[in-house]
């Protein structure tokens, strides 16, 4: 079913990563990494385009796929999926690189990058909200706080046991299905279904939810507000291009607004026509951005 071959990676993180990687070491290289509840497969009409002229790594990252699925809420904290990704651009020679990111994916990208700009050179963002704006959004704006309840949802460890079988195809058909813009191929289900389906899989990948120090209210707005959400936050200092399919129904547009506040260099592309898997829903509009942006920063037709 998946034309791509994996590299199984072991990193000194303590994890094995499945990784697809594509084109020559010689070209700048460009690191993608997907989300929830995805793989690589997030970027399939991205990997063989950009591999084209890019060093191409992808990786189905921890808890994810068939990569190592650590036991524990503590192993999914972010600052985990950061040391795999660096740990990841060691071991292939990596030094500097473009850092490509969607839904969780995305926030982990942008926390590499404003942890270490010495080796994030440029950023494109996908569908993913800045912590500092997400978090603000979550206790300011209704609708933002309406449309993230899931999130509560998924932080609840009793839904786990009945996350297999017909559960799975149920989560399918809600949870998933209705993010999406258009339909899913039998195909492409079959894959979700077979990599959902391992021992452990769902709880794995629902723990980076718990994980996260994000504070997600009620839908009433119930919560004490984090003091650091209104004190100086650094800014992010590479060159970010963000594209945003705007009928993303669980990262509402209003993601955008003050952006361009923390990300001095900032390029937003918006798809209207995309929704939150804007990746593979609108692979010409995405992959037209990135080839747009990249050529005019690494200086490439």
Do not use: C
């Amino acid at each position: 079913m998946d034309r791509f071959p994996l590299t199984r990676v072991a990193l000194p993180t303590g994890v094995e990563l499945d990784v697809v990687i594509a084109g020559s070491p010689a070209n700048p290289p460009l690191v993608f990494l997907h989300g929830f509840p995805e793989s690589h497969r997030t970027w399939r009409f991205q990997i063989e385009e950009f591999a084209r002229d890019h060093y191409v790594v992808v990786p189905d990252q921890r808890g994810f796929a068939n990569s190592s699925r650590p036991e524990g809420v503590a192993n999914y904290t972010p600052d985990k999926p950061v040391g795999d990704l660096l740990a990841l651009a060691d071991h292939l020679g990596i030094g500097d690189f473009t850092l490509v990111g969607h839904d969780w994916g995305g926030a982990i990208a942008w926390m590499a990058a404003l942890q270490n700009p010495g080796r994030i050179k440029r950023l494109i963002i996908v569908n993913a909200p800045h912590p500092l704006v997400f978090q603000k959004t979550l206790l300011d704006d209704p609708e933002q706080r309406k449309s993230s309840q899931y999130i509560r949802r998924f932080r609840d460890t009793t839904i786990d046991q009945g996350l297999v079988g017909a559960g799975l195809e149920r989560f399918f058909a809600s949870n998933f299905t209705q993010h999406l813009v258009g339909a899913v191929a039998g195909e492409e289900k079959a894959i979700y279904m077979e990599q959902w389906g391992h021992p452990g899989a769902m709880t794995s990948m629902l723990n980076w939810y718990r994980a996260s120090t994000i504070v997600v209210p009620d839908a009433e707005g119930h919560v004490e507000r984090p003091a650091w959400i209104d004190a100086p936050f650094p800014p992010v200092t590479q060159p970010t291009l963000v594209i945003w399919g705007m009928r993303d129904k669980a990262l509402l547009p209003v993601q955008l607004e003050g952006l361009d506040k923390l990300v001095p260099d900032l390029t937003i592309v918006k798809i209207e026509d995309g929704g939150h898997f804007v990746p593979w829903e609108k692979p010409e509009a995405v992959n037209a951005a990135m080839r747009a942006w990249l050529a005019a920063r690494e200086g490439t037709a």
